[in-house]
């Protein structure tokens, strides 16, 4: 599946859900549910910048397309850097440096979180794009 594709299938997800304690509730699970990052990667190399918690990104690339694992100490934090993972994991990285991420906003995910939150979830995005940056000088 192409990025745009998995982020309008995430839009489709939240759409279902009637009010925010559910769509909470749904990243939650979704948190829950994310392969957890090799305790190797739980260094301040990983760590991501702006956000209120703690939360390590880790990056390989396998076959021309990153593969990203992630943890946090929160749990909704844990469930957005799930969503992200999955829309941007498995993808190559000129797709993801390329990717537009207007499906936070469709989800409305910005607006629902506090505003240290709502920084570090574009904290995660930019440290996603950055690894995609640094993957794609290497593929050239």
Known sequence: ?????????????????????????????????????????????NIIKGCQSKVWVHADLEEDKLSFTADSDAIITKGIIAILIRAFSGQHPKDIIDADTSFIDEIGLKEHLSPTRANGLVSMIKQIKMYAIAYQTQLK
Do not use: C
């Not at 192409?2 to 859900?17: A, C, G, H, L, P």
């Not at 749904?26 to 190399?45: A, H, N």
């Open 1 to 45: 599946m192409t990025i745009k594709e998995i982020q309008e299938e995430i839009v489709d997800e939240f759409s279902m859900f009637d009010d925010w304690m559910q769509r909470y509730e749904y990243m939650i699970d979704l948190g829950k549910s994310l392969p957890l990052i090799d305790e190797q990667y739980k260094t301040d190399d």
